[in-house]
């Protein structure tokens, strides 16, 4: 993998993305521009990389750098991409070594933004966005936050856990990446739901489950990278979300249904990923539990609202909307799974369900799926291994479902 790394004060947090893409077993060659060195320094990149630092086409002119590194590249990232690097991707400069890399990969790119807000707005920065996507190049969305100095605004270096998964996602998934360079959702407004809810007991307690919404979490950024624009709904979730998208956060399954009921009407696909409490206590109390002597505590619990189920009764009178639910089920085999899962689909009526079979505490909290997908007619697909690649698996039926429609 090569990382080019542009001037800008953001190049510190590529330090730690060239740290995980080496722990996670990448081989990782730095280019950094002249100006990128003024904010970190050759040792810097040599240490971390294990490489000698590539600077210039004039250095080692007798490999051929500015030709040899870029076709030697399983994947080109640079993070982060100023305004002016942007720039001269898009007019197709070669006047610095990491720009001749640019022209000469025949691998995928990936543009990871940063910049103040007025530049990352401002238009020209919006065509040569819009003309490195036509081309083929993937181009982040950068997260909002605090910028330079006191602003805050969109134009923030996404998270460097946030880099990886999608450098790593396209690496090691070429139907993703054709996906993402299609941008197959653009124009589609998703809503995802992730994560677990939480039923209070009293302030200080709470009945929760063990999801860390890992999956839910690749589900946006996923969609994100395939043009959509996405709404996160967070109940608790183990990691940051992604960046370039909207993140509503909720806490119990009373507020996700509030949460989604509100926006459902205006979306596309919904996609409820989150493992929402079946039951809550009748009463919460006001002040926290004590022990009393006693043997135990008795709780009275009493059913949630069914959220997936009455999106999907409300869809009926919004036509086109795909919804796509999960079961998180303890199945003896796959066909106990599938089984399970057909009852559900009907009882439900969603359009597509994703099973997961979580025996022996299989998926929650692991960086790992197995998935099967199916629909009223049947199974539509299976999946395995990292989560990314299942997201992606996931919005390829979904496409394959809008595409139906539109045909």
Known sequence: MVLGVAGGIAAYKACEVV??????????????TANALAFVGEATWAALSGHPVSTGVFADVHEVPHVRIGHEADLVLVAPATADLLARAATGRADDLLTNVLLTARCPVVFVPAMHTEMWQHPATVANVATLRERGAVVMDPASGRLTGADSGPGRLPEPADIVAVAQSLLQDAPAVAAVQARDLLGQRVIVSAGGTREALDPVRFLGNASSGRQGIALARAAALRGADVTLVSAHLSEEPP????????????????????????????????????????????????????????????????????????????PGQVIVGFAAE???????LLALGRAKLERKG???????????????????????????????????GDKALVAHRIWDAVVAIRTQEDS
Do not use: W, Y
């Open 19 to 32: 740290r995980r893409l080496r722990t996670a077993g990448h081989d990782v060659t730095v280019v950094p």
């Open 243 to 318: 960046a370039g998208v909207e993140v509503v956060e909720v806490s119990s399954t009373a507020d996700l249904a509030e949460a989604m009921v509100q926006r459902a009407p205006d979306a596309d696909v919904i996609v409820m990923a989150v493992a929402a409490a079946d039951f809550t206590p009748d009463a919460t109390a006001m002040h926290k539990i004590k022990k009393d002597g006693s043997d135990g505590l008795d709780l009275h619990l009493v059913q949630t609202t069914d959220v997936l189920a009455t999106l999907a009764a409300r869809r009926r009178k919004a």
């Open 330 to 336: 303890t199945a003896d085999d796959e066909a106990h």
């Open 350 to 384: 969603c359009d597509l369900l994703v099973l997961n079979n979580v025996s022996g505490g299989a998926v929650f909290g692991h960086p790992d799926n197995t998935i099967t997908i199916i629909d009223h007619d049947g199974v539509v697909a299976t999946a395995s």
